[in-house]
């Protein structure tokens, strides 16, 4: 399978996956969603696949966000839409997966980059790396399920404080937040992936799967945020403050909201 954005790799039963549009920063578009969807998809059913490893093209970015110049013009129920294939395709597939996937944080991991981080199973960060949901400042919000995982991850508190203040997080922070599982040094990023993931394929795939879907059964009841969430998502493209955040992203120039 030849893929356009994406690059894979499989070696000692280990799938690397890597995100490749680096002049864009990995930036999520529907392509790639697309792509990473087929490639997770058919890891899923390949016995010679016992773990995968999600990174970024570049030492710069894992991948700092959904495109924003994609749905710059999106309408309601396009956001709508957008939000809904993304946790189909990628999110909540990555977090349904029977394999475990470990996200590798090589740099920016930013609003749905942080979501796909989040939706992996386990996240390894470079010292380098910089995290968070900066969507508010573009006039609207995480909808890539970031709205529930960042609380699951860092509890409430902390969640809110990140959403709403938009800040980025360094790996330390992340780290003492229980936002990541480790920070180990950029050039030992990959090889640190490795050998956790080379732990992995020793054990039964069998009862890996089955603990995973008894952890997730004990996170069932936050279906309806999920669902609120996608919803809040859309009603952000009819305002007139999404307008003016992402203009003033493609313009490069600082926003200047109405709150409405
Ligand atoms: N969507 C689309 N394009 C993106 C992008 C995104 N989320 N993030 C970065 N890019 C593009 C930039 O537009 C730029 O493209 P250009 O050269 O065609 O103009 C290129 O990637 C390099 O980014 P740039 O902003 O020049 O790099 P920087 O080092 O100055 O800043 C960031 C890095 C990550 C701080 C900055 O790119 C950024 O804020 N990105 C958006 C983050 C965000 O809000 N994500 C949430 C989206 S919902």
């Not at 919803?231 to 009819?238: A, D, P, Q, Y």
Request: proline fraction near 2%; charged fraction near 25%; include cysteine.
């Amino acid at each position: 399978m030849s893929y356009q954005n994406i690059l894979t790799d499989l070696t000692d039963q280990v799938l690397l996956i890597t995100i490749n549009r680096p002049d864009q920063l990995n930036a999520l578009n529907r392509q790639t969603i697309e792509e990473l969807n087929k490639a997770l998809a058919l890891a899923d059913v390949n016995r010679d696949v016992r773990a995968i490893m999600v990174t970024g093209a570049g030492d710069k970015a894992f991948v700092a966000g959904a495109d924003i110049k994609e749905f710059a013009a999106f309408s309601v129920e396009e956001g709508q839409m957008l939000s809904r294939a993304g946790h189909k395709l990628l999110f909540d597939f990555i977090e349904n997966m029977s394999k475990p996937v470990i996200a590798a944080v090589n740099g920016f991991a930013l609003g749905g980059g942080l979501e796909l981080a989040m939706s992996c199973h386990i996240r390894i960060a470079s010292e380098t790396a910089r995290m968070g949901l900066p969507e508010v400042s573009l006039g609207v919000i995480p909808g890539y399920g970031g709205t529930q995982r960042l609380a699951q991850l860092v509890g409430k508190g902390k969640a809110l404080e990140m959403i709403a203040t938009a800040d980025f997080v360094d790996a330390r922070d992340a780290l003492q937040w229980g936002l990541v599982n480790r920070v180990v040094a950029a050039d030992a990023l990959l090889a640190e992936c490795r050998k956790m993931a080379a732990r992995m394929t020793r054990n039964s795939p069998a009862a890996i799967a089955a603990a995973y879907r008894a952890v997730r059964a004990g996170y069932e009841s936050s279906s309806s945020g999920f669902e609120a969430e996608i919803r809040e998502f859309g009603t952000c493209f009819g305002t007139v403050d999404f307008r003016e955040g992402t203009s003033a992203f493609l313009e490069k120039r600082k926003p200047t909201f109405e709150g409405r």
